[in-house]
Nanobody, 124 residues
Framework: VQLQASGGGLVQAGGSLRLSCAAS????????MGWFRRRPGKEREFVAAIRWPNDSRYYSESVKGRFTISGDNANNTVTLQMNSLKFEDTAVYFCAYSRDYWRDARATSGYVYWGQGTLVTVSS
């Protein structure tokens, strides 16, 4: 499975960005697809995820109400709409995927495949 993420960039605080990720290869109609991030000097942390086929969505407390994850199960694509961005959202964002939907979608251990990361910079 290969993951291709796009959409990072520079934005002012309060602005919006949209990240997209597409999984290709040996994918499945069931599984988890999510976003994690690594802020400067921090460990990789969970941001948001979607689980198929029941379309369950999960968010970290730090982004709940500001970020929205959506996805297309048929095409294994996921989008993260990020609104009201804050300086502390500055990070490299990673897309992740697993066919194993029973894994914890909020943990790094819940994923097998990872994208290359895309940088989001929020200026204050």
């Amino acid at each position: 499975v290969q993951l291709q993420a796009s959409g990072g960039g520079l934005v002012q605080a309060g602005g919006s960005l949209r990240l997209s990720c597409a999984a290709s290869g040996r994918t499945s109609r069931t599984g988890n697809m999510g976003w994690f991030r690594r802020r400067p000097g921090k460990e990789r942390e969970f941001v948001a995820a979607i689980r198929w086929p029941n379309d369950s969505r999960y968010y970290s407390e730090s982004v709940k109400g500001r970020f929205t994850i959506s996805g297309d199960n048929a095409n294994n694509t996921v989008t993260l709409q990020m609104n009201s961005l804050k300086f502390e959202d500055t990070a490299v964002y990673f897309c992740a995927y697993s066919r194993d939907y029973w894994r914890d979608a909020r943990a790094t251990s819940g994923y097998v495949y990872w994208g290359q990361g895309t940088l989001v910079t929020v200026s204050s």
